[in-house]
């Protein structure tokens, strides 16, 4: 029993040095992602639910990886909050997708979420001012995604930001809402112009009283508000009905398209997919 639990401890402490190694060789890939072409944009399509029109796309960072192959956000946006790589991500993601919207031919918008790191850059609104300048794109046209979370630290000077983002002129959502800490009191302390209602209340509005009560108050406040809503993560037809009947205005999900990449200057018809 003895030999066996030294056993255990060597082949813990190895494992230990080995996700220290592993970190380490990630971030390092991570940091030669942005130059060597690796780190990708997808675009998942937003959709005006009344009209069925595409109305613009939520871009979405991937990790083209050689070896691990696609690597999802969840896998590498943490380690890059953590090294604080974020800012310098955020904004290559700012950048791919103002430069994306501004070659499109129609008026669709493009959103990008924003790290807290970012919140706290004071190279953030610079960097979206000359994102915007040399793309020439309309500022009304980019929407900024923040999480609630991000507002709970540092408030006043994260209302700042906001504020500073909105006289440039770009549109500030508030995504992910209801899963976090006290989302009543942001949004009244800052005029979002849209609330992103988090999946796992669309998930069952279809076949729960309760997610459906939820739905319908968080779309009353909104517009009483004067904000628009989007529905994340619908997957079914019969979600996507129950939605109309609470007066959602936009909704994103895989009943109408997974995030694909896009090539530039072309808008390809989004990969509606069957459920
Ligand atoms: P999010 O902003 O809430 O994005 C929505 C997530 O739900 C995306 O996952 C999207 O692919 C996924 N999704 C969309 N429709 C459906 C659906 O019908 N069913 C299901 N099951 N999932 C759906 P993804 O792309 O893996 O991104 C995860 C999170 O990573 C994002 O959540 C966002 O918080 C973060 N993220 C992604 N790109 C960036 C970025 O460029 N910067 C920052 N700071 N965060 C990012
Ligand atoms: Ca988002
Ligand atoms: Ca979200
Ligand atoms: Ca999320």
Not at 13 to 38: K, P, V, W
Not at 113 to 119: D, E, I, R, T, V
């Amino acid at each position: 029993a003895k030999e066996s639990g030294r056993n255990r401890i060597t082949h813990f402490e190895n494992g230990m040095y080995a996700a220290a190694e592993e970190r380490r060789r990630l971030e390092h890939e991570l940091i030669e992602s942005l130059g060597n072409g690796q780190m990708k944009v997808y675009y998942q399509p937003v959709i005006n639910l009344k009209t069925q029109d595409e109305v613009g796309y939520e871009a979405l960072v991937r990790w083209e990886h050689p070896e691990l192959g696609l690597v999802m956000p969840d896998k590498f946006i943490p380690l890059a909050e953590e090294t604080g790589l974020i800012v310098q991500l955020g904004e290559w993601v700012i950048r791919n997708a103002v430069d994306e919207a501004a070659s499109w031919s129609n008026q669709h918008m493009v959103a990008v979420n924003l790290s807290p790191a970012q919140m706290r850059s004071a190279n953030l609104i610079p960097s979206v001012v000359n994102a915007l300048a040399s793309s020439g794109l309309d500022p009304a046209r980019l929407e900024l995604e923040i999480t609630e979370n991000i507002l709970m630290h540092d408030s006043d000077s994260n209302l700042r930001t906001l504020h500073s983002l909105r006289a440039i002129g770009v549109r500030v959502s508030l995504d992910d809402f209801g899963t976090g800490y006290s989302s009543l009191n942001y949004l009244r302390a800052f005029p979002f112009d849209k609330i992103k209602i988090d999946r796992c209340f669309v998930s069952d509005v279809d076949s729960r009283d309760e997610s459906r009560a939820i739905v319908r108050s968080v779309i009353d406040l909104a517009r009483s508000l004067g904000m628009q809503t989007t529905a994340e993560g619908v997957e079914r037809e019969s979600q996507a009905q129950q939605l109309i009947t609470e007066g959602c205005d936009q909704v994103q999900g895989y009943l109408y398209g997974k995030a694909a990449p896009l090539k530039s200057g072309q808008l390809q018809p989004s990969d509606r997919v069957i459920v």
